[in-house]
C-alpha cells in the first residue's frame, strides 16, 4: 500500500494545565473517508486545529506528537502552511467576512490576479484582482454543489445552511487539496441539505481527496465512513473499519453507557385546551433565502408546537420574525397584545425567550464566562441576579449558584462556572445557549434547531429538558429540521412550504403525510382528509 | 421616497455640515470671489493628508492619529533640505524622497506597537503622536546646536540652542502650486497640485483593486478569519500603517510648500486632528472611509474654517466666537464619533444578542 496521505502519532494537549488530548493515532489514506465522532469536549476539533496550525493550539503551548503528511514529518504553526501543504478545513464556526461577497469569501487569500505595470515592479502582491475569473470559478464551485445563489451578493444576512455551503464550495475550488477536514459541516444542514452534502463529498473522496469528517449524525456515519475513530475524554477508545460497528455500538462507546437513539420523549398529552397565547395573521418575513410568504397559525397555551418544512421554505424565519430579528410585516398577539413587530427588545420584554439556529451569531459574549452569559439576559431584561438597592449590583453568590445548577443540568463539559466561554467545545457553547434562554423564565420559548452540533448522549438530554420546562406550563415551539426530533416532543407539527403553511399533523400521522405537506400537497388534495389539521 | 430617505440617513453627518456651512456663508457676507479662493487654496493644501488616513480604516485600524509621525517625517525632510538649500521642483521632490525612509522606518515601529495594542488603536496612535512630538522637540529644541553640530543662520540663532520657531522656506515655496496654474477671478488653481491629487484617489482606488488591498479589506473586517485563511495579518496591518505614514509626510511636505514656512514646533500639531475631523465630517467613520468621503469632508470642514470668524461676527458680534466654534467643531466632531465608536463596539454584544437569542 501507499503511504497514507496523513497519520497523527501520539499527538497530545493540554490547555493550561487540562489534559484534552491523551496519545491519539490517526491514519488517513488517499480517498478515504474517516469519521471522527465523540461527545462534546471529547477533543475532536481540537485534534483537527493541531492538524490546521490553528493559532488556538500554536498560542497555548502547542502540542505533542508527530504529523506526516505523505511519509514526512510536518509541524505547521499557522493555517497558512497547512494549507499550503494541501489542507483545507470547513471549521465548527463559520469563517466567512460578513461585509465580503460569496465570490470575494470562496477566492480568499486565494484570488486570480493579473498584471499590471506596477505589479511588475513592486511585485505580485499588488496584481489586480481578476473578478471575472473569480467569478467564474466561484460560479462552477456553485454550480458543483447545486447552488444557484449569485456570486456577488454579500454574505451577511443570508441563511446558515447557505454559509456552510459557501465555505464548502471555497474548499473543493482549492487545486491542490489533498486533505480536507470537515468539522460538523452537517449540523447546520437540514437532512436533505445534508444528503446532497454528502453525495459531494463522496465524489470528492472518488477523485483521490481524503477526507476527514465529524459529524453527531451518526446515520451519516455509516452511510459515508471507510473507517471510524472514536474519541471520549481525549482518548482514543476504539478505531476501525465502519462494517465493524453499529450505530448503537459507536454511541455506547462514545458515551460510555448505552444510549437510547428514539422514541417519544414527551408523553403524548391529554387533550389541551385549544386557546390560543398567540396568534400569528399574515406574518411575512424577509429573511433572505428563508422568506415567509403571509403564514396564519395559532400556538396553543401549554402545547409544543413543532414546526417543520424543507431547507428554504421560510421555516426558521417564523421565530426571526416574531423576534425582531427580521424585517417582517403582519399581526402577532400575544395573549391579546399586540407584539410590536422588528423590535427585539418589546419582544424580550413581553417574556418571549428564543435560541437562534445561528450558531455563530448565537449572541455569546465569547470572552465572558459561563455563569455572566448564563444570566446576563435575565440580568438585562428582568433585573434578575441583582442585589437589592439602587445600584444593581450584580449578586455574585446567587449568579454563581445558579450556573453550577444550569451546568449540571445542561451536563456542560467544562472546568467550572468561571471557565470562559471561548474555552469550550462548540456543542458546550450550544448548552450554555440553551441554559440562558431557560434561565429567563420565560413564558413563550422559541427554540430552533436545540439539538445541532449535541452529541447523541445529550441530545435526548436536551429534548428531555425542553419538555419539562413544558411541563412548567411554558409554552414551546420548536423549529428543527430533524423530523424525527419534532416527532418525539411535539404535540402538533406545523409544516411549512414555499413561505406559507402546508398543514398541520399530529405527531404520530404516518410518514407519507409529512412527505406530503412538505412537498406542498394538501392532504385534501390527495383524499387524506383534514383528520389532523387543526 | 424611502430612497431619499436612506440617502438622507446614510449621509446624516455631511447634509448637516452642509447645512452649517451653508447657514455660515448666508451670515459671513463674504465676496464669493474670495470664498473660492480660499477654499481653492486650503483643498490644494489638505486634501492629501485627508486622503492618507483611509488606508488604515479600510485595514481595520480606525482613524490613524499617528499621522503626526509622518508629519514629523516629512518636517525633519524639510528641515535638513533647507539645510542644503535644495530648490525648485527638483528640491522639492528630493525633499519628498528624503522624508521616505525616515516615514517607513516611523511606519514600522509605529505598526508594531499597534500590533502590541489591538483594539485600542486610536488611543495608542495619539499617545504615540504626543511621545513623538516630544522626542523631536527634544531633538530640535535642545540637542541640535549643543549635542549635534549645526551652524546655519537660516536656521539657528547661534547664541541660544535649538531650532528658529519659524524657518523660512522660501526655495521651495509654492514651487508645486506654480508649475502650472490657471486664472480664474483673483484665483490662480494650482492645477498640478490637483492633479497630484486626483492621482493619489485613483492610486488609492486601484490599490483596493490588487491583491494587497483585498488582503487589507479582509483584515479589517476580521482579524481572525483573515488569519485562518492563511493572510497574515499583523504584517498587512504595519503594511497599512506605513502606507499612511508616508502619505502623511509628502503630504506635509505639499502642504508646507503651500504655506511657504514651517512652525517648527507647532506645524504638526493639528495635523491629525484637522485631517481626522475633515474625515469624518464627510461622513467616514472610524470603521468605513472612501474617497469622496475624505475629498467631501476636506471640502465642507475648510468652507466651515473660513467662513466661522465672519460668521461669528456677523451672529454675535465677535469673530472670537466663530474662532471657538470651528476648533470646537472640529474637536467634538472627533469625540463625537469615538464615543458613538465605543458605544457601538460595547452594544454589539448586546446588540448581537439582542439579535439572536432571547437577549
Ligand atoms: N481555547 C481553549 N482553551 C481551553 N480549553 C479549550 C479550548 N478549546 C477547547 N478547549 C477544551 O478542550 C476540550 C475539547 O474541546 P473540543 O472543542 O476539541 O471538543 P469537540 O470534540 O470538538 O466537541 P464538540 O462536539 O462540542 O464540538 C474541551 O474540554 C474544551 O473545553
Ligand atoms: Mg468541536
Known amino acids: 500500500m501507499s503511504v497514507p496521505v496523513l497519520e497523527m502519532k501520539k499527538i497530545s494537549k493540554s490547555f493550561y494545565g487540562t489534559q484534552v488530548l491523551d496519545n491519539i493515532n490517526l491514519t488517513v489514506n488517499e480517498g478515504e473517508i474517516h469519521c471522527l465522532v465523540g461527545e462534546n469536549g471529547a477533543g475532536k476539533s481540537t485534534l483537527m486545529n493541531i492538524l490546521f496550525g490553528m493559532s488556538v493550539i500554536t498560542d497555548t503551548g502547542g502540542y505533542e506528537g508527530d504529523i506526516l503528511i505523505n511519509g514526512s514529518k510536518v509541524a505547521f504553526n499557522s493555517p497558512k502552511a497547512a494549507i499550503g501543504a494541501g489542507i483545507g478545513m470547513v471549521h465548527q464556526e463559520f469563517m466567512l467576512l460578513p461585509g465580503f461577497t460569496v465570490a470575494e469569501n470562496i477566492k480568499l487569500n486565494r484570488e486570480d490576479t493579473k498584471p499590471n505595470p506596477f505589479s511588475k515592479i513592486f511585485g505580485k502582491k499588488l496584481e489586480t484582482l481578476n473578478r471575472k475569473k473569480m467569478s467564474a470559478d466561484t460560479r462552477s464551485a456553485l454550480d458543483k454543489l447545486g447552488m444557484n445563489i449569485d456570486e456577488w451578493v454579500t454574505v451577511a444576512g443570508l441563511p446558515v445552511g447557505y454559509l456552510q455551503f459557501v465555505e464548502i464550495a471555497r474548499e473543493i475550488d482549492k487545486e491542490n487539496l489533498q486533505l480536507l477536514v470537515l468539522d460538523e459541516p452537517t449540523a447546520v444542514l437540514t437532512e436533505s441539505e445534508a444528503k446532497q452534502f454528502l453525495e459531494v463529498v463522496q465524489k470528492l473522496a472518488r477523485t483521490g481527496i481524503s477526507i476527514l469528517f465529524i459529524t453527531h449524525r451518526l446515520d451519516e456515519v455509516m452511510a459515508v465512513a471507510d473507517n471510524i475513530t472514536i474519541l471520549k475524554d481525549g482518548e482514543l477508545v476504539s478505531s476501525g473499519p465502519t462494517e465493524s460497528y453499529t450505530i448503537a455500538q459507536m454511541a455506547e462507546l462514545m458515551v460510555g453507557r448505552k444510549v437510547e437513539t428514539s422514541g417519544r420523549i414527551g408523553n403524548v398529552k391529554s387533550e389541551k385546551a385549544n386557546e390560543a397565547v398567540l396568534e400569528i395573521r399574515d406574518l411575512r418575513v424577509d429573511m433572505p433565502g428563508e422568506r415567509l410568504r403571509g403564514i396564519d397559525l395559532d400556538v396553543y397555551k401549554g402545547e409544543i408546537l413543532g414546526i417543520g418544512g424543507l431547507a428554504g421554505h421560510g421555516k426558521i424565519a417564523l421565530a426571526n420574525g416574531i423576534m425582531g430579528l427580521y424585517a417582517s410585516q403582519g399581526q402577532v398577539r400575544y395573549e391579546g397584545m399586540d407584539v410590536p413587530l422588528n423590535n427585539p427588545r418589546e419582544a424580550l420584554n413581553l417574556g418571549l425567550a428564543f435560541v437562534s439556529e445561528d450558531r455563530r451569531g448565537v449572541g455569546l459574549v465569547l470572552e465572558d464566562s459561563i455563569a455572566n452569559n448564563i444570566v446576563l439576559t435575565s440580568m438585562q431584561t428582568q433585573n434578575e441576579f441583582l442585589k437589592p438597592g439602587p445600584l444593581k449590583l450584580k449578586d455574585q453568590k446567587r449568579i454563581m449558584a445558579h450556573a453550577l445548577e444550569s451546568i449540571e443540568r445542561f451536563d456542560i463539559r467544562c472546568t467550572g462556572p468561571e471557565q470562559i466561554v471561548r474555552r469550550l467545545s462548540g456543542g458546550n457553547q450550544q448548552k450554555v445557549c440553551i441554559a440562558r434562554a431557560f434561565t429567563q423564565n420565560p413564558k413563550l420559548f422559541f427554540v430552533s434547531e436545540p439539538t445541532r452540533g449535541i452529541d447523541v448522549g445529550a441530545k435526548s438530554r436536551v429534548l428531555e429538558l425542553i419538555v419539562e420546562l413544558n411541563r412548567m406550563g411554558v409554552t414551546v415551539v420548536i423549529t428543527s429540521s430533524e423530523l424525527a426530533e419534532l416527532r418525539s416532543i411535539s404535540d402538533r407539527i406545523a409544516i411549512i412550504y414555499e413561505g406559507k403553511l402546508s398543514g398541520i399533523l399530529a405527531p404520530d400521522a404516518p410518514d407519507v403525510e409529512y412527505g406530503l405537506l412538505m412537498a406542498g400537497k394538501s392532504l385534501e388534495e390527495v383524499g387524506i382528509g383534514e383528520r389532523a389539521t387543526n | ?359
Open chain 2, 1 to 359: 421616497m424611502n430612497q431619499i430617505k436612506r440617502i438622507i440617513s446614510k449621509n446624516a453627518v455631511p447634509i448637516l455640515f452642509a447645512i452649517v456651512c451653508l447657514l455660515g456663508v448666508y451670515y459671513a457676507q463674504m465676496p464669493g470671489q474670495f470664498l473660492f479662493m480660499e477654499i481653492i487654496k486650503r483643498m490644494a493644501r489638505n486634501s492629501f493628508l485627508v486622503l492618507s488616513l483611509i488606508i488604515p480604516v479600510v485595514a481595520g485600524m480606525g482613524l490613524n492619529f499617528g499621522i503626526v509621525l509622518g508629519a514629523l517625517a516629512g518636517q525633519i525632510a524639510l528641515i535638513l533640505s533647507t539645510h542644503w538649500e535644495w530648490s525648485g521642483i527638483g528640491g522639492l521632490g528630493l525633499t519628498a524622497l528624503l522624508a521616505t525612509p525616515m516615514a517607513v522606518l516611523f511606519g514600522v515601529l509605529a505598526g508594531m506597537v499597534l500590533n502590541k495594542a489591538k483594539g485600542r488603536e486610536m488611543i495608542t496612535g495619539m499617545v504615540m503622536g504626543f511621545f513623538a512630538n516630544g522626542v523631536y522637540q527634544f531633538i530640535f529644541l535642545f540637542l541640535v546646536g549643543t549635542v549635534i553640530p549645526f551652524d546655519n543662520a537660516a536656521l539657528r540663532i547661534s547664541t541660544s540652542p535649538g531650532l528658529r520657531n519659524t524657518v523660512n522656506l522660501s526655495r521651495l515655496r509654492g514651487v508645486l502650486d506654480n508649475i502650472w496654474t490657471v486664472q480664474y477671478g483673483f484665483t490662480k488653481i494650482p492645477i498640478v497640485t490637483f492633479l497630484v491629487i486626483a492621482l493619489l484617489a485613483i492610486a488609492i482606488w486601484a490599490f483596493f483593486k490588487t491583491k494587497l488591498g483585498q488582503d487589507f479589506r479582509a483584515v479589517g473586517q476580521d482579524r481572525h478569519i483573515a488569519g485562518v485563511a492563511g493572510i497574515q495579518t499583523d504584517r498587512n496591518r504595519i503594511l497599512a500603517i506605513v502606507f499612511s505614514t508616508v502619505l502623511a509626510a509628502w503630504g506635509q511636505i505639499i502642504f508646507l510648500q503651500n504655506i511657504g514656512t514651517l512652525n517648527t514646533y507647532n506645524s504638526h500639531e493639528q495635523v491629525g486632528t484637522f485631517a481626522i475631523a475633515a474625515l469624518l465630517i464627510g461622513g467616514a467613520s472610524v470603521t468605513k472611509a472612501t474617497i469622496g468621503q475624505a475629498l467631501m469632508g476636506t471640502f465642507l470642514f475648510h468652507l466651515l474654517f473660513v467662513v466661522s470668524p465672519s460668521a461669528g461676527q456677523a451672529i454675535f458680534g465677535s469673530a472670537q466666537v466663530g474662532e471657538y466654534f470651528r476648533v470646537f467643531v472640529a474637536y467634538g466632531i472627533i469625540a463625537i464619533s469615538l464615543a458613538l465608536h465605543a458605544w457601538r463596539s460595547k452594544s454589539l454584544a448586546k446588540a448581537s444578542m439582542e439579535e439572536d437569542v432571547s437577549a
